[in-house]
């Protein structure tokens, strides 16, 4: 059994920080992408950043130059550095893995997600 295990979430006044970070365990032979998600109130949910395996990463144009997608593959952890947040960041953040899970009859790829760390944003 595969868990994601967020943590950070939190509030925090705007132009304040947050760092939240995701821990993968389980059986897994090896992790593909990873990514964070969040959803507001009466929002969809949208994707805020990913990163390969090799780094490279992609956000979402409202997060561009304000947040920063990072992964320790040695512990199957991805993180996200949050500065400059506003208001409108305020959503449930949930981290999501491309996980290969070993089986007798080789590696299968699974898609994992977190159970969501609030993030609220005063004002």
């Known amino acids: 059994q595969v868990q994601l295990v967020e943590s950070g979430g939190g509030l925090v006044q705007a132009g304040g920080s947050l760092r939240l970070s995701c821990a993968a365990s389980?059986?897994?032979?090896?992790?593909?992408?990873m990514g964070w998600y969040r959803q507001g109130p009466g929002n969809q949910r949208e994707l805020v950043a990913s990163?390969?395996?090799?780094?490279?990463?992609n956000y979402a144009d409202s997060v561009k130059g304000r947040f920063t997608i990072s992964r320790d593959n040695a512990k199957n952890t991805v993180y996200l550095q949050m500065n400059s947040l506003k208001p409108e960041d305020t959503a449930v953040y949930y981290c999501?893995?491309?996980?290969?899970?070993?089986?007798?009859?080789?590696?299968?790829?699974?898609?994992?997600w977190g159970q969501g760390t609030q993030v609220t944003v005063s004002s």
């Open positions: 999501n893995a491309h996980c290969w899970i070993p089986g007798i009859q080789g590696e299968r790829p699974y898609y994992y």
């Open positions: 389980g059986r897994i032979f090896r992790i593909d992408d």
């Open positions: 990163i390969t395996s090799g780094g490279s990463t």
